[in-house]
């Protein structure tokens, strides 16, 4: 793979002695050369290497090509392939990746989500507690309409044959029972 715009290529060892590289823009388009050229075929062999975690793989991939870019008058444009370099140098950066993270007390995760206590009901009974004693508070009628209708999930219709009036009266005893139920919860501090 040849770089454009390097000159001095004096070979020792199969290494390139003196690349310097003409300007940035030559340098930008080796990278981009490699990149193109080996990004898959990297990332790949990166992602076996992380256990299948993408975005580590991804990460790992970028920063090998940021240490190539920052190794490029080290590296043989004549080579036949960078990519035992690229993969080595990608090898080093997981394995220090593995060493930091097993250097640092291990993260929480979810797990720990998981193991805190539950909202232990009190709230609820709370609600419950106060519903009832702002249902005591209405008058009886409305009361049982209430309780028809709401509670038992009865339509008008079947609640007014259970509590045999008419349908109407059933009507509007739910509408002022309603009305009377929020003024009561409103006293006692709970917003509907």
């Known amino acids: 793979m040849a770089f454009p715009g390097f000159r001095g290529k004096t070979k020792k060892r199969g290494l390139v002695t003196s690349l310097r590289p003409v300007t940035d823009t030559d340098d930008e388009l080796a990278i981009a050369e490699l990149y193109r050229e080996y990004h898959r075929p990297l990332l790949s062999l990166v992602a076996r290497q992380t256990g299948g975690d993408r975005q580590w793989a991804e990460d790992v991939v970028q920063e090998t090509m940021i240490r190539a870019w920052r190794s490029i008058d080290q590296l043989d444009p004549d080579a036949e392939s960078l990519?035992?370099?690229l993969a080595t140098v990608a090898r080093r950066i997981v394995i220090d990746d593995r060493r930091r993270k097993g250097a640092r007390p291990p993260e929480a995760g979810e797990g720990a989500l998981e193991t805190l206590q539950?909202?232990?009901?009190?709230?609820?009974l709370l609600r419950t507690v106060v519903v009832t004693e702002a249902l005591r508070a209405l008058?009886?009628?409305?009361?049982?309409?209430l309780n028809e209708t709401i509670l038992r999930d009865r339509t008008v219709n079947e609640a007014a044959?259970?509590?045999?009036?008419?349908?109407g009266?059933?009507?509007?005893?739910?509408?002022?029972?309603?009305r009377?139920?929020?003024v009561v919860l409103e006293e006692k501090g709970v917003t509907t």
């Open 180 to 182: 009377a139920l929020r």
């Open 169 to 178: 009266t059933v009507k509007s005893r739910v509408y002022y029972a309603i």
């Open 118 to 124: 539950s909202a232990d009901g009190m709230d609820e």
């Open 161 to 167: 044959e259970v509590l045999g009036i008419p349908v």
């Open 139 to 145: 008058t009886p009628a409305h009361r049982e309409v």
């Open 83 to 85: 990519l035992p370099w």
